[in-house]
Antibody, heavy 117, light 112 residues
Framework: EVQLVESGGGLIQPGGSLRLSCAAS????????MTWVRQAPGKGLEWVSV???????YYADSVKGRFTISRDNSQNTLHLQMNSVRADDTAVYYC???????????WGQGTLVTVSS | DIVMTQTPLSSPVTLGQPASISCRSS???????????LSWLHQRPGQPPRLLIY???NRFSGVPDRFSGSGAGTDFTLKISRVEAEDVGVYYC?????????FGGGTKVEIK
């Protein structure tokens, strides 16, 4: 059974750094595109970043230069390094696997990041 | 960026009755490879989204056949033939034809 479990969220001050993790089971993260999507409180879904099987990465303009997506194949884990965080980065962050036809086929439960002083 | 516009914002539905959600993209979703990367997701309150439909009209594994997707070009539709209580929540269309991936604003389905 495919499972994704995010961790690493919490309260952080503006300008700080945080590293989110997404532990996968039931498949290997290196075998699928993997993505991060966030959802601000009471709002809709916003795409953040994707990493391809070959290692190519893409980012939303709102996080480009501040966030870095990566994966640790030995730990079967996806990461999102968040630097220079801002108040508008406050959201639940979901990791998801990308299946055929670039559909986001499995999602984690999410981890809440709150940026506030 | 491709803007995805969903209508209606809210859809009160009687149990057992049909529901329909429209999604319009600001430009064609036909990729340079000739494919359209349009999906539908469902999010129940307090839950993560889950995939319902991919490639416009293909039901994901385990999705009941009362859900159907259709459309082409810039206009897409999700239909629920007979709404059940478990169908409440917010539905999102999503395009992955072009980066950044973008989502519709969501349509809330609730029971009358």
């Amino acid at each position: 059974e495919v499972q994704l479990v995010e961790s690493g969220g919490g309260l952080i001050q503006p300008g700080g750094s945080l590293r989110l993790s997404c532990a996968a089971s039931g498949f290997t993260v290196s075998s699928k595109y993997m993505t991060w999507v966030r959802q601000a409180p009471g709002k809709g879904l916003e795409w953040v970043s994707v990493i391809y099987t070959g290692g190519n990465t893409y980012y939303a303009d709102s996080v480009k230069g501040r966030f870095t997506i990566s994966r640790d194949n030995s730990q079967n884990t996806l990461h999102l390094q968040m630097n220079s965080v801002r108040a508008d980065d406050t959201a639940v962050y979901y990791c998801a696997s990308v299946g055929p036809w670039l559909a986001y086929d499995s999602w984690g439960q999410g981890t809440l990041v709150t940026v506030s002083s | 960026d491709i803007v995805m516009t969903q209508t209606p914002l809210s859809s009160p539905v009687t149990l057992g009755q049909p529901a329909s959600i429209s999604c319009r993209s600001s430009q064609s979703l036909v990729n340079t490879d000739g494919n359209i990367y349009l999906s539908w997701l469902h999010q129940r309150p307090g839950q993560p989204p889950r995939l319902l439909i991919y490639k416009i009209s293909n039901r994901f594994s385990g999705v009941p056949d009362r859900f159907s997707g259709s459309g082409a070009g810039t206009d897409f539709t999700l239909k629920i033939s007979r709404v059940e209580a478990e169908d409440v929540g917010v539905y999102y269309c999503m395009q992955a034809t072009q980066y950044p991936v973008t989502f519709g604003g969501g349509t809330k389905v609730e029971i009358k």
